[in-house]
């Protein structure tokens, strides 16, 4: 199991940027797919982008490609999500979610994205506001 902490969010101005860390503790000694999931009030949560362990192998959902960026610092043990061009549509609580690697990295996005509630290790998530 493990522990996973974000940080980063905050209040930003539409076009702007934010970076969000996942720092990550406990084992690690498996393959997982690291990634950042979001959910607005009264909405679904919604799975953004993960990263592969085994080999970087990446997925982006098609809300966010081009202006989001996920990258993995092994040696920190941290995930980082550049988020770029920011809307007002991606205001939400962002979480960083991780599950042992099973299936391709788009795949686990996907599975742990609707399957949130009873797989995977989760963070308590950090506010991202876009508003002017």
């Known amino acids: 199991q493990l522990q996973l902490e974000e940080s980063g969010g905050g209040l930003v101005r539409p076009g702007g940027s934010l970076r969000l860390s996942c720092a990550i503790s406990g084992s690690t000694s498996d393959y997982y797919a690291i990634g950042w999931f979001r959910q607005a009030p009264g909405k679904e949560r919604e799975g953004i982008s993960c990263i592969s362990t085994k080999d970087g192998d990446t997925y982006y959902g098609d809300s966010v490609k081009g202006r989001f960026g996920i990258a993995r610092d092994g040696a920190k043990n941290t995930v980082y999500l550049q988020m770029n061009s920011l809307e007002p549509e991606d205001t939400a609580v962002y979480y960083c979610?991780?599950?042992?690697?099973?299936?391709?990295?788009?795949?686990?996005?996907?599975?742990?994205?609707?399957?949130?509630?009873?797989?995977?290790?989760w963070g308590q998530g950090t506010q991202v506001r876009v508003s002017s």
């Open positions: 979610g991780a599950a042992q690697l099973t299936l391709s990295t788009e795949q686990m996005c996907i599975f742990l994205e609707h399957q949130y509630e009873h797989f995977g290790d």
